[in-house]
């Protein structure tokens, strides 16, 4: 299975974009997805989650409220709707995928796939 993220971009502070994730493979269905995003000087953080099936989803709590994780199975697609997005947003977004039995996990090193990333950039 391979990642590709895109939809980055430069917006003002206020506004929004939506991240996608395609991949490639006949396991997407089965992988839990996630959003990962690391900014300049800083490690790669969580950012939200969901489950193969889509029915769970996972948020940090700097996006909680404004951002939407979802995906499109049949696509083989996961998306990141991100609203009211603010400066510290500012970050190269990832995508990752991981198979197994576990909850919804965080940490970046339970994720085994990953795409390269898309840049987000906020304006103020």
């Known amino acids: 299975v391979q990642l590709q993220a895109s939809g980055g971009g430069l917006v003002q502070a206020g506004g929004s974009l939506r991240l996608s994730c395609t991949a490639s493979g006949r396991t997407f269905s089965s992988a839990d997805m996630a959003w990962f995003r690391q900014a300049p000087g800083r490690e790669r953080e969580f950012v939200a989650a969901?489950?193969?099936?889509?029915?769970?989803?996972s948020y940090a709590d700097s996006v909680k409220g404004r951002f939407t994780i979802s995906r499109d199975n049949a696509k083989n697609a996961v998306y990141l709707q991100m609203n009211s997005l603010k400066p510290e947003d500012t970050a190269v977004y990832f995508c990752?995928?991981?198979?197994?039995?576990?909850?919804?996990?965080?940490?970046?090193?339970?994720?085994?796939?990953w795409g390269r990333g898309t840049l987000v950039t906020v304006s103020s």
């Open positions: 969901i489950s193969s099936s889509g029915i769970s989803t």
């Open positions: 990752a995928a991981r198979t197994g039995l576990l909850a919804l996990q965080k940490r970046v090193d339970m994720y085994d796939l």
